[in-house]
């Protein structure tokens, strides 16, 4: 094999031919959704937009002229999109004017251009993440004219805790109290959990009624005691429906425990310190259990009614951020008075109140080094069992068969996730 085939081989996106054949190919699957909800532009007129890019910008490389050539192909989209925003306007019954297709032109030729220069994955991203603002527009309208005044009021508040109040703390460590501490870093973490708890709020708002799995899954990310609330009541009012509230009460737990890993993993990446990736499998098998256990015990396709409090509010926002604090003092001030005992017990207390708080909290202060990484791991644990405990505790307020399948399939799904831990350490 000459070194030629070999660069073929190990990189076939090298090639200019293979970028100009990804830049047509993202470009048709732009346009499939146009050519679907039949506008003007469709599937031909998108793809060819983004081999034209990816032409000129390939010529932009090589000539003198190809610079000058994207430029006004560059002008050419935009005025194509102009023109076809006014013959929507003329055309449509109601008057409303349409620029959804014109921008997604411009968007497919930024497609082209960039995948010519070699920026694949930031073409590729563009495209998908335009595809889905097309795909999801009844989703997006629909979730969009449901929100309050005041719901938007507390999206733009949170908006400015995100991305105003970060930049202006200060990067690096300090020492808070007595505990070394990464401001940014503690905030991106409030705001995270946070965040994730807004997105699945929209979710079960739009996808709510497509079945237990959607309700229990989501509506635990979101607020896994409304979830253990709302099938408490059905437990209560139905007999039948047992089985399917006990499964919700499982899908909340495994979204808690899935939520718990992904902020252990995603915030001790790309640090100096090891990942901490002895959450992984203790985690993903309390999350898996729960699944399978809800999978066999009930029909997923049952709707369920989930009433979930609006996350949108500056005041959750800072609650949970007090309690955060609070919950980082109190581990740091136990850790420092009775050692790894104290974390543990700081842990395993702080989670019957808030897993996600008590989690964070474990990864700061391994991040600080205040705590090695076995002990970051066994407190993120004890957090999630505890939440898991909670749960359970609350179904006894229900009926007996309630509480006796939650508080049983809890105790399989905790007991799977410990043996997954030692073996682990064993091994």
Same mark, same amino acid.
């Given at each position: 094999m000459t070194a030629t085939g070999a660069e073929i081989v190990g990189d076939p996106l090298s090639l200019p031919v293979a970028r100009l054949a990804l830049a047509a190919a993202l470009g048709l699957f732009l346009g499939l959704e146009r050519e679907w909800s039949e506008k003007s532009a469709g599937i031909r007129t998108f793809s060819l937009t983004s081999l034209v890019a990816a032409v000129f910008t390939h010529l932009a490389t090589e000539t003198e002229v190809g610079g000058a050539l994207l430029a006004v192909g560059g002008v050419l989209v935009i005025v194509q999109g102009? *023109? *076809?925003?006014?013959?929507?306007?003329?055309?449509?019954?109601?008057?409303?004017?349409?620029?959804?297709?014109?921008?997604? *032109? *411009?968007?497919?030729?930024?497609?082209?251009?960039?995948?010519a220069v070699g920026a694949v994955v930031e073409g590729v991203t563009v495209a998908v993440v335009s595809a889905a603002l097309l795909v999801l527009k009844r989703e997006l309208h629909s979730f969009?004219?449901?929100?309050?005044?005041?719901?938007?009021r507390s999206m733009t508040e949170f908006a400015v805790l995100a991305f105003v109040v970060y930049p202006v703390l200060p990067a690096g460590q300090r020492v808070v109290f007595g505990v070394p501490l990464e401001p940014r870093v503690a905030w991106l973490m409030?705001?995270?959990?946070?965040?994730?708890?807004?997105?699945?709020?929209?979710?079960?708002?739009?996808?709510?009624?497509?079945?237990?799995?959607?309700?229990?899954?989501?509506?635990?990310?979101?607020?896994?005691?409304?979830?253990?609330?709302?099938?408490?009541?059905?437990?209560?009012?139905?007999?039948?429906?047992?089985?399917?509230?006990?499964?919700?009460?499982l899908l909340a737990d495994a979204a808690m425990a899935l939520r718990n890993l992904a902020i252990a993993v995603a915030f001790t990446v790309g640090g100096d310190l090891p990942v901490l990736v002895g959450v992984a499998a203790p985690l993903g098998a309390l999350a898996l259990g729960a699944v399978a256990v809800a999978a066999a015990t009930a029909d997923w396709r049952t709707h369920v009614d989930l009433e979930i409090e609006s996350p949108f509010s500056l005041r959750n926002a800072l609650a949970f951020g007090a309690a955060f604090l609070v919950i980082l003092a109190v581990s740091s001030l136990a850790q420092a008075s009775f050692g790894t005992?104290?974390?543990?017990?700081?842990?395993?207390?702080s989670g019957l109140v808030s897993s996600a708080g008590a989690t964070t909290s474990a990864v700061l202060l391994y991040r600080g080094g205040t705590v090695g990484a076995d002990a970051a791991t066994v407190a993120v644990l004890l957090a999630t069992v505890s939440s898991v405990a909670v749960k359970a505790g609350l179904a006894f307020a229900g009926p007996r068969a309630f509480v006796r399948r939650v508080a049983a399939y809890s105790l399989v799904i905790v007991a799977g996730a410990a043996a997954v831990a030692l073996a682990m350490t064993v091994g």
């Open positions: 102009v *023109l *076809l925003a006014v013959r929507g306007l003329r055309t449509d019954a109601d008057g409303a004017l349409s620029l959804t297709t014109s921008v997604s *032109l *411009l968007a497919a030729y930024g497609v082209g251009a960039l995948v969009a004219g449901d929100l309050s005044r005041a719901e938007l409030v705001v995270t959990v946070a965040g994730i708890g807004i997105a699945n709020y929209a979710l079960v708002r739009t996808y709510g009624g497509r079945g237990i799995a959607v309700t229990g899954f989501l509506g635990g990310l979101a607020s896994s005691t409304a979830v253990v609330g709302t099938m408490l009541d059905h437990a209560t009012d139905r007999a039948e429906s047992v089985s399917y509230a006990v499964a919700g009460v005992a104290g974390l543990y017990a700081s842990a395993a207390v």
